[in-house]
């Protein structure tokens, strides 16, 4: 769970984006009778790194009320099942550092923290042609 507010408008078209091309990626959704209660995001990338192509859990979700019952786990189960179908190399995930529980779960699937100096860097992609400056004093 992140601390930022989400676009709804924009979150649904890359949604639907993704659901619109399978070789993007795919989605699994959790659900009781009466409504969806969690889902996992599975998106596909070629990666220089392993040779081949790699799979990234964009998103994993659970609704409080029913988190500790084994769905994260079940969620990730098939996301790890696809990847092997997928022959997919490798697998990222971002997690927060004090997000124990995720942690703990993700561990389960053998993934641990890189520790070979590595951070992770993100930023918008600029125009072409333009030059990024950074702000005087900065």
């Known amino acids: 769970e992140a601390d930022y507010a989400l676009d709804n408008e924009w979150a649904s078209a890359a949604f639907r984006k993704l659901l619109s091309n399978p070789s993007l990626g795919c989605v699994w959704l ?3 009778a009466e409504s969806a209660i969690g889902h996992a995001v599975l ?3 070629y990666t220089m790194e392993h040779g081949a192509s790699g799979g990234y859990v964009d998103d994993l979700y659970v609704e ?4 500790r019952q084994g769905i994260g786990f ?7 099942h696809e990847c092997r179908v997928r ?3 490798s697998v990222y995930v971002e997690v927060g550092q004090s997000n124990c529980a995720a942690l703990a ?3 389960k699937f053998g993934l641990v923290p890189v520790s070979d100096g590595r951070i992770l860097l993100s930023g918008p992609l600029r125009e072409r ?3 990024y400056l950074p702000k ?3």
């Open 30 to 32: 959790a659900h009781t």
């Open 43 to 45: 998106t596909a990338r």
């Open 64 to 67: 409080p009320d029913h988190r």
């Open 74 to 80: 079940a969620l990730l189960e098939s996301l790890f």
């Open 87 to 89: 022959e997919l190399a």
């Open 105 to 107: 779960l993700y561990a």
């Open 129 to 131: 042609g333009t030059l």
């Open 136 to 138: 005087e004093g900065s």
